[in-house]
């Protein structure tokens, strides 16, 4: 029933976007005092950018979700402008090195953001588009493979590889999603992580990363420092953990206390218990936008809910492995956990077309013949 997809999908993102408005207080509490003179000055963005984003969940469950199919192509090109306008010096903000935020007086917005929710949006359009026609790779290539590395290019570009991950990885589940031969699929996988270890190997930063990967002990004060202190956060939280707002990790000792490595803050104040009913709601979450595709009424739904569902897993099998050492580090944030106003923003209103499609589901006894 499209009541229960809706309660499945929707408790869960709320009680995240909960959570991360608790924890951004706790990580952030500290850093805010040294940067804004206040503990206060964290918690009071996030969640000023809470509300907007539920604004635009409220907005985007009410839309017919039929119409991002058109509205995908001209938010793909709003979304790649302002990916050029980011690199720009004149309207772009930089931080550690990387430019991929824009100043709008006192916002700031990460286009790259923008563009997951509208490459998935175009992605499915055009497999939509083109569904009588996926055997045939010419079909299947044209225009979807060179937009996604026109954008890919832009955000190698503002130095964001892990963001990169999430786009080009998001697209690659939905065109398996859409039943792809896999031989298309293996050969371009085979391509992305030739690419991918280009990339990686190419940049001195990068490939620090990687070996503090395989050994952060090797570089304690270096490029392994992050992942050892993010260990020592959760070795310090054990089971209950050491009581909320009590992380002695978050005193300058974790890097991107309050973006990146939050789950690690987590993790030493809630304990295995916290960091499991948080690992559990993504659980749900991404069941439910499982089950709203497999319910959707036509053929778009289905890619669409399918893409977002793949996206906000993705990302959050990314953060999760960078944080507790299971991949490397890429600085991609925890979706509705982590610090971050246009990610928390489009996130929720991602939510809210999956929203818009669950209301639009159709029966399991009625889903035979839909198309």
Known sequence: MARRSLALLLLPAGALTLIGIVMVFSASSVTGISECGSSFCYLTRQVIYAVVGVAALVVSARMPYRVWKRLAGPALMVSVALLLLALHPASGASAYGASRWLQLGPVTIQPSEIAKFSLIAFAAAILTKKWRHLDDPMHLLLPLAPVVLFVALIVIMQRDLGTTIIHCGSVFLLVFTAGVRLRYLTLTALIGLALSAALIFGEGYRRARVLAFRDPFADPRGAGYQLIQGYIAFGSGGWTGVGLGASRQKWAYVPNAHTDFIFAILGEELGFIGAFV???????????????????????????AAGIASWIGLQTIVNLGAVTGLMPITGVPLPFVSYGGTSLVVTLAAVGVLASIARGSVPASKRAGTG
Do not use: E, S
């Not at 979450?285 to 890619?303: K, M, N």
């Open 278 to 304: 948080v690992l559990a709601l993504f659980g749900v979450l991404i069941y439910a936008g499982v089950r709203i595709a497999v319910r959707a009424p036509d053929t778009f739904g289905r890619l669409l």
